[in-house]
């Protein structure tokens, strides 16, 4: 895991400059938001959402008009150039600004938002035409439009590439037919973001291509999947004989690995830094004194255990961005920190299921117990999404340690 | 303060690494380290010292950990040069750390396990003289020391105590013991009259003092870790098993990663550790204890550095295969001197204890910094 630095400039101004952009942000909150710790707040463990179609429904249009007004009053896209509505900001002004908002009581920010606003909107500038990008980032950045990811299939997960979803040229426009599975937040979204096969000729990961689908088109439905957290999060995706005209297609035609990397290049950066899901130490303390159980050694244990690790964690994900601000260039941060993120979620979950024993196997009526059960049983998910711990491990090894890849 | 080491310590880093590259485990470093002025690292100027930053000791330790390079840096920089430098009265100090700083003379910290604690007594013998009594196993370059700097218990507490290791009623030996590159060596006190050193305060700066040994043993361990990693990555990239190399196994492969996540997680702790582990004395003597929360960080150090080079050394034994096991191959010494320094100040679970105790207390609950937006 070499990676070249370069250092930045850090002279007395950028730390001024820095200061002065806190207050602002503090000053900018304070007009609109309650403090997270004055306000009277409900205990929240899920990791997952598990609520009705309407509930849900709800939670992220409320995700969504706080994006929009973060974005309006230049703190929700600062990274992004004037041209986007950001404001040419470095990662420590973006860095500054989270760990101040976290002080201030948000709406939720929902994985659709996530996805659209992190993975979506930043491969289009990436790789998007320059009418996608006029038509597509501004709105996926106020997420006034949302767009879901149109990748894995019932045939193809952690091999990608051996997808099916055909997608046939017809002149000027596309014909697309098969079917996508676990597609987060597709029932919410106006967009996908899709990759299909275009060549069944070429060699798997040259004969792809990616489409943006608008997902009220005819012949696309959407059915929800009931997740093992209960709620339904994802779904599946049918596509029957969609036609997408050719300016939707994301990239050059065959480049549909391109795309997909790219996005899940940034889905692992994402979900690296992702740690507000969830229970945390803080509430496993709060937990363990609420049963009267901190005088257990046992108990003082896990809980230190899962500090430790959650401090490392977020050390680690700021010394990362510490090094990327210097210039290095990114390589396997995202998916050692997305193994570590998961990895604590478990300690988490695990040691809370602990303490509780009996309360968490049937709900006694009490506050705070049996709500456990959403980030138990939650947990496992995110191991699994972005690329599974073995996927991650394997990237790793092979780009970060450099051992020869496994055969393919 | 920044996470990662700076351009000139990264420097510095580089140039033990290639100066001590080459040598084998046990190979006597100690006058490279003097050469290159080591030694003075951590004591201010009007030591002779060269006033530098915790950090930077923490570079040299974890240079000494991938090499597994002999010297007593540990037991005299560290452990009894910190001490006497935030622990003992203003003329010991004057006295006796020009002579360490410069690595002219060498010193061993005298201590139990815990470090504050040991198992010398010390009976007022005259007002600046103590008389010692007992036995204390395992002390860090214990025989070869010149100087013995020793935590006692007496009728008024906690005592620092110098002695001349060739002074009448010292005996000292070394037996064969677990790791060879590193001398632990069996001090005994039978009546040996000693100078009382104590400073102001001395239970609770020996307790800093602590903080920072461990925080520098953490880096000595990071080091390790590394190292170990780098020879089984550098392996399973080569050998060869059923037609394929066996670094394409993820029976391997993951192993692998699993450690250099872990190791990761050490390191990046151990940084942080390092950051808040400036000296704690000035030199008006004035202290600026770092408390609970240094305390706290070392053990975060201490546990996560510990279970990272016990495991790097272990597992890398298991990639090498029989090779691994053989006398001949660097990795034992790597394994001996993980398993003595995961040990030599007690094992983890206390700290890991520590560190449960003073969160459910309220205490030191330090929240971690979130981030929640990519980096
Ligand atoms: C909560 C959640 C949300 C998701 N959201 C989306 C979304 O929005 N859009 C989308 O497109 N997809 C999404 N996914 C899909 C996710 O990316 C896939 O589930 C994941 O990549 C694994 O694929 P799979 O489910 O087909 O499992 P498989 O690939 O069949 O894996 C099964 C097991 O085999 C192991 N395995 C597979 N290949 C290897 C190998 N080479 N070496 C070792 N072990 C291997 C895996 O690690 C796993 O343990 C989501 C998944 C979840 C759980």
């Known amino acids: ?408 | 303060m920044p996470i990662n080491l700076s351009t000139e310590q990264k420097d510095l880093a580089e140039t033990l690494d290639d100066v001590w590259s080459r040598i084998a485990p046990g190979h006597d470093v100690w006058p490279s380290i003097r050469e290159l002025g080591l030694t003075e690292i951590p004591f201010p100027e009007a030591t002779g010292g060269a006033d530098g930053t915790f950090r930077d000791l923490t570079v040299v330790m974890t240079g000494l950990g991938r090499t597994l390079g002999s010297a007593p840096y540990l037991s005299s920089v560290v452990m009894a040069g910190l001490a006497l430098l935030d622990a003992a009265d203003r003329d010991t100090r004057a006295e006796l750390l020009p002579g360490i700083v410069s690595g002219a003379r060498t010193a061993a910290l005298v201590c139990g396990p815990g470090i504050v604690t040991s198992a010398i007594r010390g009976e007022v013998a005259a007002e600046r003289e103590l008389s010692l009594t007992g036995v204390q196993h395992a002390v860090v370059d214990g025989e070869s020391a010149e100087l013995l700097v020793v935590v006692t218990h007496g009728p008024d507490g906690t005592e620092l105590a110098l002695v001349e290791g060739s002074a009448p009623g010292v005996r000292r030996s070394v037996g064969e013991q677990l790791d060879g590159t590193r001398q632990l060596a069996t001090v005994e006190f039978d009546g040996a009259t000693a100078r009382r050193i104590s400073g102001p305060d001395v239970a609770s700066r020996l307790g800093d003092v602590r903080s920072r040994i461990l925080i520098a043993l953490a880096a000595e361990q990071v080091g390790l870790a590394r190292r170990c990693l780098e020879m089984a990555v550098e392996y399973a990239g080569t050998r060869q098993q059923f037609g394929r190399t066996i670094g394409s196994f993820q029976g391997i492969k993951h192993k692998l990663v699993d450690l250099l996540v872990a190791i990761e997680l050490a390191e990046v702790t151990v940084l942080d550790a390092s950051s808040g582990a400036e000296r704690g004395c000035d030199e008006s003597g004035t202290a600026e204890p770092g408390g609970t929360e240094l305390a706290s960080r070392a053990a975060a150090a201490r546990v996560l550095a510990s279970r990272a080079a016990m495991t790097a050394a272990e597992e890398a034994i298991q990639v090498h295969g029989g090779i691994g096991f053989t006398w001949e191959h660097p990795l034992h010494h790597y394994f001996r001197r993980a398993k003595a320094d995961q040990l030599l100040f007690g094992d983890e679970y206390p700290y890991v204890q520590s560190v449960g105790e003073s969160l459910v207390h309220g205490r030191g609950v330090t929240r971690p910094r979130r981030v929640s937006e990519p980096a």
């Not at chain 1, 400039?9 to 004055?38: I, K, N, V």
């Open chain 1, 1 to 408: 895991m070499t990676a070249t630095v370069i250092p930045a400039e850090t002279g007395q101004d950028g730390a001024e400059d820095l200061r002065a952009f806190e207050a602002a942000s503090r000053a900018w909150l304070d007009s609109r938001l309650p403090r997270r710790d004055a306000a009277e707040q409900a205990p929240k463990y899920s990791i997952f959402h598990n609520l009705g179609h309407e509930d849900e429904r709800a939670l992220i249009d409320g995700g969504r008009a706080w994006q929009a007004e973060r974005v309006d009053a230049g703190f929700g896209a600062m990274t992004w150039a004037p041209q986007w509505g950001g404001r040419g900001l470095t990662a420590s002004h973006e860095r500054i600004y989270a760990g101040v908002e976290r002080e201030y009581l948000t709406p939720e920010r929902h994985e659709n938002i996530l996805v659209t606003v992190e993975l979506v909107a930043p491969t289009l500038l990436e790789l998007g035409s320059d009418w996608q990008q006029e038509r597509f980032i501004r709105p996926f950045l106020r997420t006034d439009e949302l767009c879901c990811q149109l990748f894995s299939e019932p045939g193809a997960g952690s091999d990608l590439a051996g997808l099916s979803t055909r997608a046939v040229r017809d002149g000027e426009s596309w014909r697309v037919n098969g079917q996508k599975v676990w597609s987060s937040g597709a029932q919410f979204s106006e967009w996908g973001l899709l990759i299909a096969r275009s060549d069944p000729a070429a060699p798997k990961h040259k004969g792809m291509t990616a489409f943006m689908v608008p997902m009220d088109l005819e012949g696309v439905e959407v059915r929800p999947i009931r997740q093992m957290s209960g709620g339904s999060t994802f779904n599946e995706v049918f596509l029957t004989d969609v036609v997408l005209p050719d300016e939707f297609r994301v990239g050059e035609v065959g480049d549909g690995w391109r795309v997909a990397l790219t996005t899940l290049g940034f889905e692992r950066q994402s979900s690296a830094g992702i740690v507000d899901a969830g229970g945390n130490t803080a509430d496993l303390i709060r937990l363990a004194t609420s049963l009267g159980l901190t005088g257990a050694a046992e108990v003082r244990g896990r809980i230190a255990e899962s500090h430790l690790y959650e401090r490392a964690q977020a050390l680690l994900v700021a010394r990362y961005a510490e090094l990327e601000q210097a210039g290095a260039v990114p390589g396997v941060e995202g998916s050692i920190g997305k193994l570590v993120w998961t990895q604590n979620l478990k300690r988490v979950g695990d040691a809370a299921a602990s303490f509780l024993g009996h309360r968490i196997l049937a709900d006694t009526g009490e506050a705070d117990t049996f709500a456990w059960t959403q980030h138990l049983l939650g947990a496992p998910g995110y191991r699994i999404a972005g690329g599974s711990d073995e996927i991650q491990r394997n990237i790793i090894g092979e780009r970060g340690l450099g051992l020869p890849r496994e055969p393919r």
